[in-house]
Every structure is written in C-alpha cells, then in structure tokens.
C-alpha cells in the first residue's frame, strides 16, 4: 500500500470538510470531489473555520499545511491520490454504485474507506474492482478534533489494507479503533443509539426536556467518559472488590423495566418537542457560535487528558512526538555529516536545523509573528539537536533532562504570514552539565536575518531536582557538532 501524501475525498459535505481540515493541517495534500460544484467555496470555509481550533490543539512543530484542491470530476480525482475517503450520503445503493465507480479509476493500490456511520463494509465493496482495499473507517463530528475513528473490514477487506488504513489515521494523529467483526452501526453508533431511543422515549413520555437530558449527562457521566469508559468507571463504582462485586450489587436492575431500547415512533408532536427543546437550549446562538465553543472545549479537554497520558490526551501526545521526532529527522543528516566532518577535522558551520512556514495563526495585532512563536521555533531547533545527541523521550524518562536556564533574543525584522523560515543553529559551548546553543531566525526568500538568540541549558536529574553530569555519550555528540559548527 502507498504512503498517503494526497488525500481523495468522494463528498465534501459536513464529514469530507472534516476529514479536509485535519489532513491539510498535518501537511498531507487534498484533492476534494463532489457532484456540486457549489461545495468548493462551502469546504473552504469549513477548511478556513476548523483552523482556529486546530491551531491550538499542539505547539508541536508541523510540517507546511497541505494543498486544497477541489474537483467535480471523480474519476480524475480518482487517479492522482494516495487514498480515498468516501462521504457521501449514507445510501447503500448510491455508495454501492459510487464506490464500483471509483474503484475502476484508482489504481488498485489506493485504500478507499467509506465513512459510513452504519453500512457494512461486505455489502459496500459487492461490485467494487480489488475489493480488498474497501473498509469502513467511520470518524465522529468534528472530524477534526475528535481522534477516533472505527475500522472495520468486510469478507473481502484485506490485512494489510486495514493496517495502512490504521498508519494514515494515527499519522494524522487519530486513534484507529479496529471493530473484531462487523455489525450494523459498528460500535460507537449502537452506544449512542441506545442512548438516543431512551431520550425519545423520556420526551415522548414527558418525563423530561431535551435540556434536562443533556444536563443529566454533562453533570455527571459526561465529565467521566472523557477520561474513562463506561466498564472502567462502573469496575471503579463496585468499590475495592471492583467490577464483580458492581454485578452482584446492581445486576438486578437489569431485570428491571429501566429501559425500553425498541426506539418510539417519531410522531409529529415528538419532533416538535425534541426540535423546541433544543432550540431552547441553544437560546439564539448559531450554529457557528456553537460550534466554536463545542470546538474550544473539545480542544482544552485533550490538553487537559494529555497531562494525564489518558484517552485522547494519550493520542495527542503520540502524535506530538510524532512531530518532533519528524522535524528531528529532518535535521539529523545535517547534524550527522557534520560530526562526521568534524572528526575529520572541518567544520561545517551553523546547521540548518528547522525549516518551518509562519502559520496565519501566528500573527498578531501588529500584522507579524508574535513573540513567543520566536522562543518556540528556537526551542523546536534546541530539540532536534538534543535530540540527534540521545536526549529523547526515553532519556527523559529515566530522570535526565536539559531546563532552560537562560535566554537572549534579539528581534531584527519581520515575519509576515505565509513567510518560509529557517533556523541555523550552533553549540557555542559545552561542559558535564551546561550547553550553549547560538540559533538564528532567517527569511528563506532573501536570507534576512530576522532574529537570534543565544540560550543556555542545564543538565538535571529530574528526581532529585538538581543539576547533575550528562551522559558521556549526549555530551560527546554534543560535543562534536561544537567542533563542527564553531
Ligand atoms: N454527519 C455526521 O455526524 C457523520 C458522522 C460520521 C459519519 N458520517 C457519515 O459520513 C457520510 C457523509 O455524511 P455528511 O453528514 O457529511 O453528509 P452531507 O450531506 O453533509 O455531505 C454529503 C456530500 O456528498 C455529496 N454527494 C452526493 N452524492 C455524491 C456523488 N455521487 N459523488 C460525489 N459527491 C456526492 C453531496 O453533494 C454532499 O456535499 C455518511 O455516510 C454519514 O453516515 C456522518
């Protein structure tokens, strides 16, 4: 199967606007297909509203955003893509049809995934060509923020199709979710719909208003299920004996008429009172102002759960160091021929460590990048050295890590939005316990400097909270890219 560098989308409606969003931020290209070619400036404005968002949710260093193109010709977005997600409307019919069509333009080698919230993938690839490349990969509004997305094969859906399928989406920083077989509705949906009948029935009885509802659940088990699922908060909820002993305790209520699942029929008064119920709620903001603030709160809890290695904090983490260790990569045959030629006694001069594009997001009311987006482009370089010289996650893990001590910057011209950059970086100094770094900032159209700084770092033993001697071997790579570099 292909590396992903273009994605295809078949239906640019609210899932494929989603799925447009998250691949370009990652720096994948999008090449967008739908019947209307209305949808073009809709998907743009979808693309241009999630950015604000996803421009908060990691200070990772990020490869240059994608390329948006867009297409009312399937089969020609068909033959130049590395991977197809299918969006359109959820009739098996017509995605039946859609996908045997598309499956005779791209090459056999392209994965297409449907985002199908409830059709089985088996059905879905009966007419396709190579149908062993169809699955259902089903992800959740906003497509996005929220990382989870379902895998299911069908009879004919093949490993390794389900595993490059798996390696696209974690790349993009999603949690793939491989369903064991499939069912109707896969898993996610048949939890939500169980849920949703019992609030239609609890309306329809006039037990209850939407908003009640929804407060039933944002007080209470809400805040839990972003951390935990529902088996590991019920396994907490039987006390120290744990799960075993929650059966014992409440397995009778299951015997119990507590709930109905066979969903009410959708009488023209029930819709009313689900449609005025939420109207209520949203209390005259639109959809958009909405959206923004569900996004918002969506991107603070990641953050939050990060801290903890929890959930979708944990997938955010693994995507950040997927990031770093990217932008790392980049530098490393620099830093490499550069130790080599050092110890054959030339010197290379400043490496070129980062190479980054001033992100819209990064400027401020003065019309340029902001302060602080300077320290972290020099931080960014700092990492990749350090991390070229063995100082990674697993150094850090054992209780070793370079702080900050100090930092000098000085500011020299602009960055405007959209500029390309680069940093040069230099070991100016290294002993057991300090390293300092000379970075500077330039303008890649004219080579402007726009900035440098000059930073020192301390080796510490996290643990015992004290600076303490580097390894022989980080401060020996250290100290070759000195001799290179100066
Ligand atoms: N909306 C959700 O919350 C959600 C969540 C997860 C999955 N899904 C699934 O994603 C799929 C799309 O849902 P949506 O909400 O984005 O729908 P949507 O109606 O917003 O978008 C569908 C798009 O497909 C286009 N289209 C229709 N026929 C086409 C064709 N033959 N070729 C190309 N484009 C065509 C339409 O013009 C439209 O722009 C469905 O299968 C749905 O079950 C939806």
Redesign the pocket.
């Known amino acids: 199967m292909r590396q992903v560098r273009t994605l295809g989308l078949?239906?640019?409606?609210?899932?494929?606007g989603g799925w447009a969003a998250r691949a370009l931020h990652f720096g994948i290209d999008v090449v967008a297909?739908?019947?209307?070619p209305q949808?073009e400036e809709w998907l743009r404005g979808a693309v241009a509203n999630a950015e604000g968002a996803l421009a908060r949710l990691t200070f990772a260093p990020l490869p240059a955003k994608g390329r948006l193109t867009f297409t009312t010709d399937?089969h020609a977005m068909a033959r130049q893509v590395d991977f197809i997600q299918e969006?359109?409307?959820?009739q098996l019919e017509?995605?039946q049809r859609?996908l045997a069509e598309i499956s005779r333009h791209a090459p056999p080698d392209v994965v297409i995934a449907?985002?199908?919230?409830?059709l089985m993938p088996s059905d879905l690839q009966r007419d396709m060509v190579a149908p062993e490349r169809l699955l259902v990969a089903?992800?959740?509004?906003p497509v996005y923020l929220l990382p989870l997305v379902e895998l299911v094969g069908g009879r004919a859906t093949s490993e390794a199709a389900l595993e490059a399928a798996a390696h696209f989406y974690r790349y993009i920083g999603m949690h793939p979710l491989r369903v064991r077989r499939e069912v109707p509705g896969h898993l996610t949906d048949r939890l939500q719909e169980a849920i949703w009948r019992e609030i239609l029935h609890l309306v329809n009885d006039g037990v209850a208003t939407t908003g009640e509802l929804d407060e039933s659940i944002i007080y209470g088990p809400g805040l839990r299920w972003a951390g935990m699922g529902t088996n590991l908060i019920y396994h907490l909820a039987g006390g120290e004996p744990g799960m075993r002993h929650m059966l014992r305790q409440f397995g009778p209520c299951l015997k119990w008429p507590w709930t109905k699942l066979e969903a009410p029929e959708l009488t023209e008064e029930l819709i009313d009172r689900m449609v005025e119920g939420t109207q209520s709620q949203a209390a005259g903001r639109s959809i958009r102002e909405l959206e923004r603030l569900r996004d918002n709160y969506l991107v603070a809890i990641q953050q939050v759960l990060r801290e903890y290695d929890l959930g979708a904090g944990a997938t955010l983490r693994a995507l950040e160091e997927r990031l770093y260790e990217d932008a790392a990569a980049r530098a490393r045959p620099h830093l490499a021929a550069a130790s080599v030629s050092a110890a054959a006694g030339n010197r290379s001069g400043p490496l070129r460590l980062l190479e980054t594009c001033v992100r819209p997001e990064w400027i401020d009311y003065n019309g340029h990048m902001t302060d602080w987006r300077y320290l972290q482009l020099f931080g960014d370089a700092t990492d990749a050295l350090f991390r070229y010289a063995g100082i990674d996650e697993a150094y850090r893990r054992s209780g070793r890590a370079m702080y900050t001590l100090e930092t000098h910057l000085t500011h020299k011209a602009e960055a405007h939005s959209q500029e390309r950059l680069y940093v040069l970086s230099r070991v100016l100094e290294v002993d057991e316990k300090r390293v300092r770094v000379q970075h500077t900032l330039q303008r890649a159209r004219d080579e402007v400097l726009v900035a440098s700084a000059e930073v020192l770092y301390l080796h510490v033993s996290t643990q015992e909270g004290k600076v303490a001697r580097m390894d022989a071997e980080v401060r020996g790579h250290l100290v070759a890219i000195q001799a290179a570099t100066n």
């Open positions: 078949l239906g640019t409606g609210v899932i494929g297909a739908d019947l209307k949808m399937m969006n359109i409307p959820e017509l995605k859609v449907s985002s199908t919230s409830g089903h992800p959740f509004n």
